[in-house]
C-alpha cells in the first residue's frame, strides 16, 4: 500500500541526522529548503509535521526557527505560528550595493597580483557554467554562479567580511532564484565572461565596469519581478529603485 506524501517530504526523512547536532542540522535543512524555495515565500510553518517528517523533538525545530527568524528568513507570530518570510527587496538592494564595492575592490587585487591559479579557477568556472545551462541545470548552474564570484572575493583573504557577507546571503540567494530563466543563465554567463575578460585583459577598470553592470542588470530583473509577484515580496508592490543606484542601467 502506497503512503500519502506528507506536506514536508522534500525534507530528509527521520534518522538522518547524528546525535549532538541536531539543532545545527535542522537549522541547515530548513534554511535550504527556504533557500532554494521549496519552502516559498510567505508558507506557513507546520511545527508538528515538520518533526514529524525529520524524527526529531520540537526543541531543536523550535531553536532551528528562532535562529532562521534571527537571520531574516522566518517570521515568528506570536500566538499564530510561524512563516517563511517574504523577500524584503531593500535588504536585497543593500546586500548587492555591499557587493558592488567589495567585488571592485577584490578586481583591483586580483589583477594586480596576476594569480595564475584563480585565472586557472575562473577559466573552470566559466567551463562550468556553460556545461550546467546546457542541461537547463538551473540549481546546478547558481551553485558554479555563486562560486564565481566567491572566486574573485578570496583575493581579499578578508574571512570576517566574507563571514558577514555569507550569512547575509541567504536572503539573496533565494531572491535570485526567482528570476532563474533559460534567458538569465545566458545573460549571466554572458556577464561573467566580460568580467573575466577585463581580468584577462589586466584591465581593472573594464572588470569593474562589468562586475558592477552584471550586478545593476540581476537587480533591474528582480525589481521587474517584484511588481510582478508582489505577494513574495514584503515590500515589492512599495519599493521604488533609487535612480543613482544604476548608472550602468
Do not use: W
Request: net charge negative.
Amino acid at each position: 500500500m502506497k503512503t500519502e506524501a506528507g506536506p514536508y517530504d522534500f525534507l530528509p526523512p527521520a534518522g538522518t541526522f547524528a546525535r549532538g547536532s541536531v539543532t545545527v542540522d535542522v537549522t541547515n535543512t530548513l534554511r535550504q529548503a527556504i533557500v532554494t524555495l521549496a519552502l516559498p515565500p510567505g508558507a506557513m510553518l507546520d511545527k508538528s509535521a515538520i518533526c514529524a517528517q525529520l524524527g526529531v523533538s520540537r526543541f531543536p525545530v523550535s531553536e532551528a526557527l528562532a535562529r532562521l527568524a534571527e537571520e531574516g528568513l522566518v517570521d515568528i507570530l506570536p500566538q499564530r505560528g510561524s512563516t517563511v518570510s517574504l523577500v524584503r527587496i531593500a535588504d536585497v538592494r543593500e546586500y548587492m550595493l555591499i557587493r558592488k564595492g567589495l567585488e571592485s575592490e577584490a578586481l583591483r587585487v586580483l589583477i594586480g597580483k596576476h594569480d595564475a591559479e584563480v585565472i586557472a579557477a575562473l577559466h573552470a568556472n566559466m567551463a562550468a557554467q556553460r556545461e550546467a545551462a546546457s542541461h537547463d541545470d538551473a540549481e546546478t548552474f547558481h551553485q558554479i554562479d555563486v562560486d564565481f564570484h566567491d572566486i574573485i572575493f578570496r583575493t581579499m583573504r578578508l574571512s570576517k567580511v566574507k563571514a558577514i557577507i555569507d550569512r547575509a546571503r541567504a536572503n539573496l540567494d533565494r531572491a535570485r532564484r526567482l528570476i532563474i530563466t533559460p534567458r538569465r543563465l545566458a545573460l549571466t554567463i554572458a556577464e561573467h565572461q566580460a568580467i573575466f575578460d577585463g581580468i584577462l585583459a589586466a584591465d581593472a577598470p573594464q572588470a569593474i565596469a562589468a562586475i558592477r553592470a552584471h550586478i545593476d542588470a540581476v537587480m533591474v530583473e528582480l525589481f521587474a519581478f517584484a511588481v510582478d509577484h508582489p505577494e513574495l515580496f514584503a515590500d515589492g508592490a512599495a519599493f521604488t529603485p533609487d535612480k543613482d543606484d544604476f548608472p550602468f542601467g
